[in-house]
């Protein structure tokens, strides 16, 4: 059974910072890994997702960069802001044939702070 | 607005009444899925459907009933609600399951409290 481990599990960082989340799975016939950010109280929201086949992809501040064979996944935040501040999950699919690729295992997330 | 919506956004039942949670995407999406999220236990995956008709066991089906008639549509049925239910729920979907339009959108969630 796949899972997935987030570290660290909470992260307080002064505004400016750039910063490092890191994700693990132990199962690595994945189809594809999304990085999600979850304000409190809301739905997450969508930041980045890399197939099984790519290395990295960025957007804006964000890069993910994905290391299949080693089941690691890090997501690098650069001149973190206050408006960083959330819960960041990362999410693995499954490629075990048919549809198992829509199945797909989250880790616990990093509560991110980044104060001012 | 493309978006995903849920209703009702909170629910207060009892154990044993049946309750249905409606989920709905406006963006033509194949495929759906549902979460539930409990402290500690984080963001787990209840079903999913690939496309009209085709429905898969995520993590914890046990104790919900799903259904895809059309595509817009994917409710959550609970036949015989328990108090190890009480959890907050999300839907989502995304463009297609696999491949590279799998950025999946979330609705605003349901908490739903069983007594």
């Known amino acids: 059974k796949q899972e997935v481990t987030q570290i660290p599990a909470a992260l307080s960082v002064p505004e400016g910072e750039n910063l490092v989340l890191n994700c693990s799975f132990t199962?690595?016939?994945?189809?594809?890994l999304q990085w999600f950010r979850q304000d409190p109280g809301k739905g997450l929201t969508s930041l980045l997702l890399i197939q099984s086949s790519q290395r990295e992809q960025t957007s804006g501040r964000l890069n993910a960069s994905l290391d299949k064979s080693s089941g690691r996944s890090t997501l690098y935040i650069a001149a973190s802001q206050p408006g960083d501040s959330a819960t960041y999950l990362c999410a693995v699919s499954l490629d075990a044939g048919g549809t198992s690729y829509g199945k797909l295992t989250f880790g616990q997330g990093t509560i991110l702070t980044v104060h001012p | 607005e493309a978006q995903v919506t849920q209703n009702p956004r909170y629910l207060i039942t009892v154990t044993g009444k049946k309750l249905t949670v409606t989920c709905s995407q406006n963006?033509?999406?194949?495929?759906m899925s549902w979460y539930r999220q409990d402290p500690g236990l984080g963001l787990r995956q209840i079903y999913y459907s690939m496309n009209v008709e085709v429905t898969d066991k995520g993590d914890v089906p046990e104790g919900y009933k799903v259904s895809r008639k059309e595509k817009r549509n994917f409710p959550l049925i609970l036949e015989s609600p328990s108090p190890n239910q009480t959890s907050l729920y999300f839907c989502a979907s995304s463009l297609l399951a696999g491949g590279w339009n799998n950025e999946q959108f979330f609705g605003p969630g349901t908490r739903l409290t069983v007594l």
């Open positions: 963006m033509n999406h194949e495929y």
């Open positions: 199962d690595s016939a994945i189809y594809n």
